[in-house]
DNA sequence: AATATTGTTATCCATACGACTAAGTATAAA
DNA sequence: TTTATACTTAGTCGTATGGATAACAATATT
């Protein structure tokens, strides 16, 4: 039941980058090298190879080389444990019958503000 | 279908700390005082007020000050925003039928590595 | 064998982050 | 009216982050 805490953080901060949501979003279309991943980007090589080192060390991504490529793949583990950090917030938030906001929402299934 | 980037460059970025996670998860239980959510901390005041800044510049709390406590609360829709993202991911994921992963879990809806 | 591709390592740099202390303001309590 | 409470502001400090260049290594291509 334990969030592990740590990865959660690491994970976190890597998505809190636009280049590595990018990153993360096109890995999950399929594997790529990172010469394709960093194309299009505006960055220098190992600008763009550091940002691929904070997905890997956040466990969000994999890699391999062979020959001169490395190849880099989506690992879903991490990315599903921080979804289902928010799905914890939301139990914790369905769990309130101590305002009015919510009850409504519990009465007729609506969203509402704040 | 925009994500707003930058929006979710702050979510993510607030999210990346255990204080400000916490912070999150107190406030899905109700709204309370800088002092009452500052309690568990072992963290000067000031220190955990930028954590409070920081979460409110991102969205994720509102606060108004009545008398001299600050009362915050949580607001959803950021945090909404950022499980979306999530699921766009796995929506991306899913439309891959290129892989033998993918085609096994189509097959038989279970969850495999990487 | 020479050249081009693909990544890697080593530095460097400006800015942002997260923590602190010290001192100040505003409101409530005694 | 003094004192305590609940923030708030300002400024310091060490480290991390995100970008860059320069130089190197390893593997394909021609």
Redesign the pocket.
């Known amino acids: 039941m334990d969030n592990n805490i740590a990865a959660l953080d690491s994970v976190f901060?890597a998505l809190?980058?636009p280049?590595r949501r990018a990153v993360v979003q096109q890995l999950a279309r399929g594997p790529a090298?990172?010469?394709e991943l960093a194309r299009p980007f505006?960055?220098?090589?190992?600008?763009f190879?550091?940002?691929i080192g904070?997905l890997e060390a956040s466990g969000l991504i994999g890699s391999e080389?062979?020959?001169?490529?490395?190849t880099c793949r989506l690992k879903r583990r991490r990315l599903a444990a921080a979804e289902r950090w928010f799905e914890e917030q939301r139990a914790l938030w369905a769990g309130r019958y101590d305002n009015l906001d919510n009850l409504l929402e519990t009465l007729n299934g609506g969203e509402n503000e704040s």
Chains 1, 2 share one sequence.
């Open positions: 901060h809190a980058d280049t090298s990172v010469s505006d960055m220098a090589l190992p600008s190879l550091k940002h904070v080389k062979s020959g001169r490529v490395r």
